[in-house]
């Protein structure tokens, strides 16, 4: 994805203001910077939650700009939120077949009159659930629980199932280790690298803890007030005087 001077404006606030950068394949990139920096609205820019005041964002080749979300999840990018969107009274199983919708051939009457081609779709769906559940470690006896009574943990985990299921080239994560202990971010950094080197994924991610960034990405862009304020890779971002003062600086 090719994102060229983006830019976000509400009333007379200017959210993100020109922003370029790209998003190769195959690569892990975070965006970093300070509560109120614009990096959730950028995230709904890429995704056709709002579409950019100016500029233009490109994927695979396309102008998306201004397109809505569910035909920019057909062509390919997913997303995660920062606070999970999971339904807590369906199973982890079906949470991840909701996923799948987008890639769904029967129509409304068939589904209706659950026609044998119906019944067999809803199989090969549930079979591709389980297979990406267990795809991002969720072991198979939590497959048929409530959302709801899951671990934390877990259920970060069946909301990136979830987003899998819609067979993304794209993967926006937001904050996805956001309440969890080390051991279970250290996990998600460890996915993250499975998902990138198995599915041939590029993953865009917001990150707050400065440690899975540092350790998991490629590169990473620093945003401040909507600016960009620095882009490289994460040793030469930690070092840069502006992101200290910025955004490192002030995480003590």
Do not use: C
Request: proline share 4%; glycine share 10%; hydrophobic share 40%.
């Amino acid at each position: 994805m090719d994102i060229e001077n983006a830019t976000k404006i509400f009333g007379g606030l200017t959210a993100v203001s020109d922003i370029t950068f790209t998003i190769p394949q195959n690569a892990i990139v975070s965006v970093i910077g300070p509560n109120g920096a614009g990096k959730t609205t950028f995230f709904n820019m890429l995704t056709g939650l709002y579409k950019p005041s100016m500029g233009r964002i490109v994927f695979l080749g396309k102008d998306v700009t201004g397109t809505r979300p569910d035909i920019i999840t057909r062509m390919g990018v997913a997303r995660t939120f920062q606070n999970i969107r999971l339904f807590g009274t369906m199973t982890a199983l079906e949470n991840v077949m909701v996923g799948q919708h987008t890639r769904m051939r029967a129509g409304v009457w068939g589904s209706i009159l659950r026609t044998p081609r119906v019944r067999r779709e809803e199989e090969r769906v549930r079979e591709i659930g389980r297979e990406i559940l267990a795809e991002v470690g969720m072991p198979k006896s939590s497959f048929d629980q409530l959302a709801i009574n899951l671990s934390y943990g877990d259920q970060r985990r069946v909301e990136i199932a979830r987003a899998l299921a819609s067979e993304p080239r794209l993967l926006l994560l937001d904050e996805p280790t956001a309440g969890m202990n080390p051991n279970e971010s250290h996990q998600l950094t460890g996915l993250m690298r499975k998902l990138r080197d198995e599915r041939d994924l590029s993953i865009l991610l917001i990150e707050h803890d400065m440690k899975v960034v540092m350790d998991v990405s490629e590169r990473v862009t620093v945003l401040d007030h909507g600016i960009k304020i620095a882009e490289g890779e994460p040793t030469a971002v930690r070092a840069d005087p502006a992101v200290v003062e910025a955004y490192l600086g002030k995480q003590g």
